[in-house]
């Protein structure tokens, strides 16, 4: 079991509703990835991200997809792309991501609370 944390260390993790603008493959990084450009909505604008999910999405599949992101890390240099954001998912018995998604329509932007 991981760690207890405190409310405020929660709230500190800023959790965005992202819609997915652009996906494309990523051929210099060392593991296959997409580079995203994830749409947080008019107060945080588009982010790019580099994201290892190649075994369960196409970037055709990725366009107009929500996501979750945390939009609060600062921004991480990965081969030649400048990540801007982390989007979210979670490995499934066999070690491939899955996005972690909302079950409906949220605007881009929202807060996760």
């Given at each position: 079991m991981s760690g207890v944390i405190g409310w405020d260390d929660f709230m500190a993790v800023?959790?965005?509703?992202?819609?997915?603008?652009?996906a494309e493959p990523?051929?210099?990084?060392?593991r296959p990835a997409y580079i995203l450009h994830v749409d947080f909505g008019p107060e945080l604008?588009?982010?790019k991200s580099s994201a290892q999910i190649t075994a369960h999405y196409t970037p055709q599949t990725l366009v107009g997809r929500l996501v979750v992101g945390v939009v609060n890390f600062p921004p991480k240099q990965i081969?030649?792309?400048?990540?801007e954001c982390l989007v979210t998912g979670f490995h499934d018995a066999d070690g491939h991501v899955r996005l972690c998604v909302p079950d409906g329509d949220v605007a881009p932007g929202t807060r996760l609370l």
């Open positions: 800023d959790l965005r509703v992202g819609r997915v603008v652009s990523f051929p210099q990084a060392r604008g588009v982010r081969g030649p792309l400048m990540s």
